[in-house]
């Protein structure tokens, strides 16, 4: 007797298909070991947009009374493993669906797994995750995240290793031939069951104590009730920004204290403020006004609210002005310009390296086909 | 916000022969409307002809906005009330349900708007005669539901609405139902009061902090996810909770003011206090149904008859105080839900709910009469009172509901 569930948290649109894949295999794959399941999608979700962390759910059962019980609670409360598509999203989530920054590892139940696409090691990826009262564990499938658009889908085996790995990880709740079978049967088979298979045997886990965790960011908020909320579906306006500090001079627009956007992010615009020729594109051009007017008039891109969407990169005239990096890169959300102003060469130094690295880098961030998808779009060309 | 134009109309008040639409067309000038949409339906479309001739005579003055649909017209009045101007509007059966995208919303947003609904079928092609299932349609949504039986009470009435609705305690939307044809389009005797008697009675609107104006930014209906949903319905509930002492107060001061009016404002009774059947409906058909109540009680019957006036809010107490004691009570509805408990009308439905808590229940029959026009006439209510007191006789229901008057 026993019912498990696996919770899958992607980024809306980009990774729709991807989680999708997952949780029916998950369910597809429990049916030939005799058991019985359903996948679905958070509702609170489903008016999805772009790179929004979003989550669809698996739940397998041994009967089908078993399975109706724990779908009394239609959104399960803890979950057996966290299955993790991209691994900017260990620094938290702000969906759709709720108020507030969730730990990605809070429905983790106690000993249950956290399993992560990932390039960085368990220890990099810790400093970025939340810490828990109970242990749990971690495991890694390595690789970049797989990001694709609506309308298309990036079939780059990720969908098969995180499923070869979760056999690994949970064996109680599906067997690893079981899921090869459904590979074979479901997803055309061929290598993409050897993908499964040598991702069942390379994955591992590291145990995570209680307390072990670096990111201490708290965002929660107390939900007013019918006798304190404004009537008539009325919300006051965020006050006016202003001056960055009495007399300073600049301008910071007013945001707001609820509703924050930067875990939506993958990747953040870095400035070269040397270069810049403040002509205030960026500025105009960003559609959740994330830019602060520096007093000396430049541009600082607020992290907070910024969802890297990259429209400042592409509108920018100057060559490596505005370049958006691998979110994967920081631990906190600081401002660049107060940085800058610290400290001008360390400051350049290490957004210069940042830059020419990045260049390098195969990542993209979805909202438009850059980076993962040169070669692709190259190919798709010469044809 | 419009500016009143100086016009000596008003002064006096005076006694006029005008038709139950011009009555409302005239409390629009009384009480200053600022913001007037209108779209031609029938019997609706009178109100707006009125309208607009009454702001052309310099009555007053009003922005008078014909709207290309039904859908832009209750659209315009909402957002025009969230800035804080009064507003009319209104329309009939199809047209009516062609705006329920903005109708449905009105309420939620907590504007006040007053819309005049001429009671119309549903159109079977063209059918525009009176019924009242256009207006019904609103009865769970947070709308006041008023159905008026004369000229002079849909005047009275109009002017009582915004007072009642853009109440700070309730700022809910009111929709006064009119029989089209028997109110809308036949004149009668009209005591017309004066603008100052108006002002009196009717003070200014105002939304005070939910007021959408540049110096008070807020943002008006945001995306709502199950988050808030009922937080938000249940504020609503409680703003037509409070609905019901506001329109006892506001109904006091009207008689003060203008010296007239029931003593109840949710209910007329007549001739119930020792009737043993009560006959109950709403609108105009209680002409027929007073004048075959006095015939009867001539007879010897004790007979009486109950008009709901308010459908929303549903004065429950009221209504079980009225109807206690009878023994059987015999529902008119001029509209009708199919498939429903007893396959009958949504007056008898109400009726029935509220007299359920009742020690004593008593026997209850309904009748369907008077749709789509069909005129309801003394012999129709003689039948409906012949049938209840052959049930209460034999003790007998042999049919719940009875339809009245139709060609078998």
Not at chain 2, 80 to 90: D, I, K, L
Request: charged share 25%; net charge negative.
């Amino acid at each position: 007797m026993s019912t498990l569930a696996v919770e899958v948290v992607y980024r809306g649109i980009f990774q729709k298909t991807l989680a999708r894949n997952i949780v029916r295999s998950i369910v597809f794959a429990a049916r030939k070991d005799g058991k019985i399941g359903t996948a679905f999608g958070r509702y609170g979700d489903s008016p999805e947009r772009n790179g929004i962390p979003a989550k669809q759910f698996a739940i397998v059962a041994d009967d089908p009374e078993e399975l109706e019980e724990s779908l009394a609670v239609y959104q399960a409360t803890n979950v057996d493993v966290t299955i993790n598509v991209d691994d900017t999203m260990c620094k938290g989530i702000e969906s759709w669906a709720w108020y507030g920054l969730q730990p990605i590892n809070e429905l983790t139940k106690p000993g249950g797994t956290l399993i992560v696409t990932s390039r960085q090691q368990a220890d990099a990826l810790l400093d970025d995750i939340h810490p828990k009262e109970s242990p749990y564990n971690l495991s890694i499938v390595t690789g970049i995240p797989s990001f694709s658009g609506l309308w298309v889908y990036k079939d780059d085996h990720t969908d098969v290793r995180v499923l070869g790995a979760l056999c690994k990880v949970c064996p109680e709740l599906v067997s690893l031939d079981a899921m090869l079978e459904t590979i074979e049967e479901q997803m055309g088979g061929g290598t993409k069951v050897v993908s499964a298979q040598r991702s069942y045997e390379r994955t591992g886990a590291r145990p995570v104590e209680p307390g072990e965790g670096g990111n201490r960011r708290e965002m929660k908020f107390t939900m007013p009730g019918w006798k304190s909320m404004e009537e008539g579906l009325v919300i006051r306006a965020i006050p006016e920004g202003g001056e960055f500090a009495e007399g300073e001079g600049g301008y910071v627009p007013g945001r707001s204290d609820v509703f924050k956007k930067f875990s939506t992010r993958s990747m953040r615009p870095v400035v070269n403020f040397e270069t810049c020729i403040k002509c205030t594109l960026c500025w105009l051009q960003c559609p959740d006004t994330c830019f602060d007017v520096t007093p000396d008039g430049l541009y600082d891109a607020n992290m907070e609210a910024c969802c890297g969407c990259g429209v400042c990169e592409a509108v920018c005239p100057v060559p490596d002005c505005v370049t958006m990096v691998n979110e994967a890169e920081f631990n906190d959300n600081d401002s660049q310009w107060q940085w800058w102003q610290k400290d001008k060469d360390g400051y350049n130094k290490w957004m210069t390296d940042l830059v020419e690295q990045q260049k390098a880098e195969t990542r993209t961030h979805g909202f438009h086909h850059v980076g993962g998808y040169a070669q692709e779009i190259q190919a798709a060309e010469a044809d | 916000m419009t500016t009143t134009v100086p016009t000596d109309m008003f002064q006096q008040s005076t006694e006029e022969l005008i038709s139950g639409s011009e009555a409302i067309a005239i409390a629009c000038a009384l009480a200053d409307v600022d913001v007037i949409t209108a779209y031609p339906i029938r019997p609706y479309d009178t109100v707006m002809q009125y309208v607009s001739k009454l702001k052309a005579d310099g009555a007053f003055d009003c922005d008078f906005i014909v709207a290309e649909s039904e859908h832009s017209q209750f659209e315009i009045v909402k957002h025009a009330s969230a800035v804080g101007a009064r507003t009319f509007c209104g329309s009939s059966g199809v047209g009516w349900f062609y705006a329920f995208e903005a109708i449905t919303v009105t309420a939620g947003l907590r504007m006040p708007v007053v819309a005049m609904v001429g009671n119309r079928a549903l159109d079977d092609p063209g059918a525009f005669g009176v019924e009242h299932n256009d207006a019904m349609a609103v009865r769970d949504l947070g709308w006041h539901l008023y159905w008026v039986a004369t000229a002079q009470e849909a005047m009275d009435i109009a002017l009582l609405a915004w007072r009642v609705a853009e109440d700070r305690n309730v700022l809910l939307p009111f929709a006064i139902s009119c029989d089209g044809s028997f109110l809308t389009h036949s004149q009668a005797i009209v005591q017309v009061p004066t603008r100052e008697q108006v002002n009196r009675y009717l003070p200014g609107y105002n939304r005070h902090e939910l007021q959408l104006h540049p110096d008070n930014p807020i943002t008006v209906a945001p995306q709502v996810n199950e988050d808030w949903l009922m937080e938000i319905r249940r504020q609503t509930d409680e703003a037509m909770r409070r609905a019901v002492g506001v329109i006892y107060e506001a109904y006091d001061e009207f008689k003060e003011v203008f010296g007239r009016g029931d003593p109840s404002p949710f209910i007329e009774e007549y001739m119930t206090e020792d009737a043993e059947i009560i006959l109950v409906g709403m609108g105009t058909l209680a002409m027929p149904t007073r004048v075959a109540v006095r015939r009867m009680r001539e007879q010897g019957k004790k007979v009486g008859f109950v008009r709901v006036k308010f459908f929303r809010p549903f004065a429950v107490e009221e209504v079980q105080n009225a109807l206690r004691g009878a023994k059987g009570i015999a529902v008119i509805d001029r509209d009708y839900s199919y498939g429903s408990p007893s396959f009958g009308g949504v007056l008898f439905h109400e009726l029935r709910s509220t007299l359920y808590p009742l020690p004593e229940r008593p026997l209850m029959l309904n009748f369907i009469a008077g749709l789509g026009g069909r005129e309801v006439m003394v012999r129709d209510v003689n039948e409906m009172v012949e049938t209840i007191e052959k049930a209460l006789e034999t003790g007998k229901i042999e049919q719940e509901t009875t339809w009245i008057n139709v060609r078998e």
